[in-house]
């Protein structure tokens, strides 16, 4: 390896060579396998690092926030600027209430309850594991709500690695639509408390939803995407059903 | 007519969010919170490391919020905060690195990064390779080559030579060559 022309490789892959440099460095690289190697390497490398998938945090770390900000005095609308204070930043706690803790709990039960789910009537059950995107989102498609990706049934044999995913199923947008035209309607026997941390879930999922959809967007067959996709999908079906089934259980 | 403080950041920004949260409405702060965390984080995760990330993404919000007022909407309010927490993410690691002797230029600090095997899928491997470079390439190395910015706006923000950028980030871009395939 020439470290007199891989030290310059950097500036040439970013354009901050003069003209001269640049014919150097190019004429160089036409004879040297080893220093385009590193070049390609390089490339991969800033390739890498343009598309790196955004990764959501694994804590909830609102609750810490709403906690400092309203010890500003700024926590209610209204309260105007002249109020305002700012106290020395203090460390952090992750703090969770109990119905968020509950909410949680709802979440982790309908995520372990794993891939295989049923829509409707025998219908939609996944099969296969991890999943490829099939694209981009369809026109009319909702970003926070009920149209992004769901696991599909397919006869044909797929790859062992390869579950299809759809963009705008039907059987999943009709269920999710009629969960919460049922939860809306049982809403009343609900208490506040339980509805607030319902619809913070809900809010979280839907965020996460249309977070995965837009990084879908741009690389449309990143299994790990298209997985925390449907896994968000899903739960957010699974935390309808079991609010509505709260609803009932009221009764 | 003037407009109020509020409305006019609003027409500015296209935001009802940012105009309400600047006078004091914690639901829209709320929303930008929900709207932009990810971005925020992913950020201070890159250039802190994981066990700092979740700290410093809540100090970078509650800033937000203090200094919201601050903020006239003469650019996208995503500009601004993401402008305020990489303030803070450099702030933070000027305290680490006195603590820990390390704010230097000198390049040599590079060379500790150890060896990963190489494995086929570099995609999995990245964060964790940036993860593994010393923290002030992986600052420069973040801002440029993950985050966008240019050379003389790293030497801005981290108040050393351009020249040092680019030798750092070169020295990162070959550290992480090495790392990835495992030379």
């Known amino acids: 390896m020439h470290t007199e022309f891989t030290d310059q490789l950097s500036d040439y892959l ?16 036409r004879g040297c396998a080893e220093c385009r190697a590193v070049l390609n390497d390089l490339k991969r490398v800033v390739a890498e690092a343009q598309t790196l998938p955004p990764r959501p945090p694994q804590a ?28 020395t930043p203090v460390p952090f706690r992750l703090a969770f209430t109990m ?32 999943i490829v995107a099939s694209g981009a989102a369809q026109p009319g498609d909702n970003p ?12 044909a044999p797929l790859s062992p690695s390869i579950v299809q995913v759809a963009y705008a199923d039907a059987q999943y947008d009709a269920a999710v639509a009629d969960l919460e035209k049922a939860l809306k309607l049982g809403r009343g026997r609900l208490d506040a408390s339980t509805i607030a941390v319902v619809e913070h879930n809900l809010q ?8 995965a959809r837009e990084a879908l967007a741009a690389d449309p067959a990143n299994s790990y995407l298209s997985g925390h996709l449907v896994d968000a999908r899903r739960r957010k079906l699974d935390l309808l059903r079991r609010a509505t089934e709260l609803t009932s259980e009221t009764d | ?31 930008l919170y929900r709207a932009h965390v990810v971005r925020i984080h992913n950020l201070t995760r890159r250039m802190l490391g994981g066990q700092e990330a979740d700290e410093v993404t809540q100090d970078i919000f509650v800033r937000t919020w203090q200094k919201l007022a601050q903020f006239r909407g003469e650019s996208a309010f995503s500009t601004w905060l993401h ?20 704010m230097s230029d000198d390049v040599a600090a590079l060379d500790g990064l150890s060896v990963a095997p190489a494995r086929a899928d570099l995609t999995v491997d990245m964060e964790h390779a940036i993860d593994q470079l010393p923290p002030g390439a992986r600052e420069i190395f973040v801002l440029h080559d993950v985050e966008g910015y240019k050379h003389r706006e790293i030497a ?15 020295r990162a871009r070959m550290l992480l060559r090495g790392y990835l395939s495992g030379d």
């Open chain 1, 14 to 29: 970013d354009d901050d060579l003069s003209s001269v440099e640049r014919d150097t460095v190019e004429q160089h690289l």
């Open chain 2, 83 to 102: 402008r305020l927490a990489v303030n803070v993410v450099i702030e933070r690691r000027r305290s680490f690195a006195i603590q820990r002797g390390r």
């Open chain 2, 156 to 170: 801005v923000l981290l108040d050393i030579a351009t020249g040092t950028s680019k030798r750092q980030l070169h």
């Open chain 2, 1 to 31: 007519m003037a407009l109020s403080g509020e409305t006019s950041i609003q027409a500015r920004t296209g935001d009802p969010d940012v105009a309400l949260a600047a006078a004091g409405d914690s639901s829209a702060f709320e929303r």
């Open chain 1, 99 to 130: 119905p968020q803790l509950a909410a949680a709990a709802v979440i982790l039960v309908a995520v372990s309850a794993g891939l295989a789910w049923r829509i409707a009537d025998g219908a939609a059950r996944a099969r296969s594991a991890v």
């Open chain 1, 144 to 155: 926070g709500g009920a149209s992004a990706a769901v696991p599909v049934e397919r006869d």
């Open chain 1, 204 to 211: 979280i999922i839907d965020h996460a939803i249309a977070q």
């Open chain 1, 60 to 87: 909830e770390l609102w609750n810490g926030i709403a906690d400092e900000i309203k010890g500003t005095g700024l926590g209610t609308k209204g309260t105007g600027v002249g109020a305002r204070h700012h106290p």
